[in-house]
C-alpha cells in the first residue's frame, strides 16, 4: 500500500515533526510504503510530486490545521488530528491497513476538494471545526504579537515612561520601538486574529468582514474576546452570503468584489455594534477588575490552574487556549496571567530535562542525549520539548509536569510576577523592566522544574540502559 501523508500542527513546531517521526518509523516495521510532507515552522524536506499523488492508494491528513485538498482530487482522504499520528501512529496505520480508517474518507471527484478543516478524532464535529478555526486566527495573530510584545519590552527597558513625550525620562528611541510595537504590530493582534478566523470558515471572501469586525473589537472595547467572536460571525455571515445570493449571470462579476463584501462587513459590523460590543466590553471590564484585586490566595489558585492547563497537553487546544487569554489579557492592562503561563510552560521541558541529568536510570542513553537539547526548549519557552518523553511514558510524565507547572504558575501569581512579553522564555528576563520580581519568578520555574524532577525520580521505573535504534 501506497500512502502520502501531511503533518501539521497549529504552531508547526513539536507535534508536527514528531508525527512525521513515528509514522514513517511504524510504516517501514509494517512494510508500508509512506511518504510525508510536513507543513510546519520549517520547510518540509521533502515535497509531494504529481506522480507522488497519483500512485498513492490514501492520503493521510494529520493536521490541527486548514489544509488545502485541491490537489488532491480523486483520492481518498483520510483525516485526524496530529495528536493521533504523534502518540498512535501504529494504531493509526494498522486502522487504514484494516480498512477501519479512522477519519472522514473522502473521495474527490463526488466532493469539491477546497480548503477544509480536519477532524478531531472519529468524528467531524463542529467542535473540531471550531476549533481549527480560532488555531488558523491564532497562528495569524501569534507573530504579531510576539514581534510586537518584544519591541514593546524593548522600549521598557530605557524607562517605565521613557516613550511618553514631555516626561523626563523621554528617549526617542524608546518611542520608535513603542510605536512599532505597540501602536503597529501589537495593535494589529485583534483585526489579525479576527480575519484569520473568518477566513478560515469562508475562505478569502471572508477577509475583509473579519478584518473590519477585529478593528470594531478595539472600537467597542470589546478586546479579545469580541475579536473572537467577531471572527466567527463574520466567517459564517460571508460564508452565507457568498453561498445563497445567487445573481443573473450578467452582473454575477459583482458577486466577489461588491455584493459579499458590502454585505458582509454591514452585517458584522452592525452586529458588533449593536448586540456584542457592549456586553463583551462590561464582562471584560467585570473580569479586569477582578483580576486587578485578587488576593494572593485567589491569585495562587488561578496560577496553579493555569500551569496545569498549560502543561497537560503540552502545546494542544488546552495550552493554547490559556495562552491567548493570557495575551487577551495584556491588552487591558493585566501582565501576570502571561507570566505564570510563560513560567509553566517552560517547566516540563526543563524539569525533564532535570531529571535526565539528575537521575540518569530512569532514563535511556538516548533520552538522556534528547535531554540536553530539552534544557534549551524549555528556557526558550517551548513546552512541546516535554513531548517525546510523555508519548514515551504518559502515565508518569504527564502527572509529574502537570505538577511542576501548575506549582509553577501558583507562585509567579502569589508572588506578583508579571511579563510585559508575551514570548521569549527565560531570556527576556535580562531585558530590564519587562519581568517584575525576577527573583521570584526564577524561584517559580525553579521550584516547578524540582518538583517535576522529583516526582520522576520515585514514580518513573529505571529504563533501559542501552542505546536505542533511531
Known sequence: ?????????????????????????????????????????????????????????????AADKVIDLSRFAGKKIVQVSVTRAAKDAAGLLQDIVSGNLPGEIMADSQKKATETAPAAGEKHKWLSQAYVHLI?????????????????????????????????????????????????????????????????????????????????????????LGALLAGFMAGYVTFVIAKYINLPKAIAGLKPILIVPLLSVFITGALMILVIGEPIKLLLEALTAFLANMGNTNAAIMGLIMGMMVAFDMGGPLNKTVCMFAIGLMSTGIYEPIAACMAAGMVPPLGIALATTLFKSKFTPQERETGKVTYVLGLSF??????????????????????????????????????????GG??????????????????????GAVLTALILRFIKADAPQTVLEN
Open 426 to 447: 527565560v531570556f527576556v528576563i535580562f531585558i530590564p523592566n519587562v519581568i517584575t520580581h525576577v527573583l521570584g519568578y526564577l524561584f517559580a520555574i525553579l521550584a
Open 136 to 224: 488558523t486566527g491564532v497562528n495569524l495573530m501569534i507573530p504579531f504579537v510576539v514581534a510586537g510584545g518584544i519591541l514593546i519590552a524593548l522600549s521598557f527597558s530605557f524607562g517605565i515612561t521613557a516613550a511618553t513625550p514631555g516626561d523626563p525620562h523621554f528617549s526617542p528611541i524608546a518611542k520608535m520601538l513603542s510605536d512599532i510595537g505597540g501602536g503597529a504590530a501589537f495593535a494589529l493582534m485583534l483585526p489579525i486574529l479576527s480575519l484569520g478566523i473568518s477566513k478560515s470558515i469562508s475562505g478569502n471572501a471572508g477577509i475583509v468582514s473579519g478584518a473590519v469586525g477585529g478593528m470594531l473589537a478595539i472600537h467597542t472595547g470589546s478586546g479579545f
Open 382 to 423: 517551548i513546552t512541546e520539548g516535554a513531548i517525546p518523553y510523555a508519548v514515551a511514558d504518559p502515565l508518569r510524565v504527564i502527572p509529574a509536569i502537570v505538577a511542576g507547572s501548575g506549582l509553577a504558575g501558583a507562585l509567579s501569581m502569589a508572588l506578583g510576577c508579571a511579563s510585559r512579553a508575551p514570548h
Open 1 to 61: 500500500m501506497n500512502i502520502i501523508a501531511i503533518t501539521a500542527c497549529p504552531t508547526g513546531v513539536a507535534h508536527t515533526y514528531l508525527a512525521e517521526a513515528n509514522l514513517k518509523k511504524n510504516a517501514k516495521k509494517m512494510g508500508l510504503n509512506i511518504l510525508v510532507e510536513t507543513q510546519g515552522a520549517v520547510e518540509s524536506e521533502y515535497l509531494f510530486t504529481p506522480e507522488d499523488i497519483q500512485h498513492a492508494d490514501i492520503v493521510l491528513i
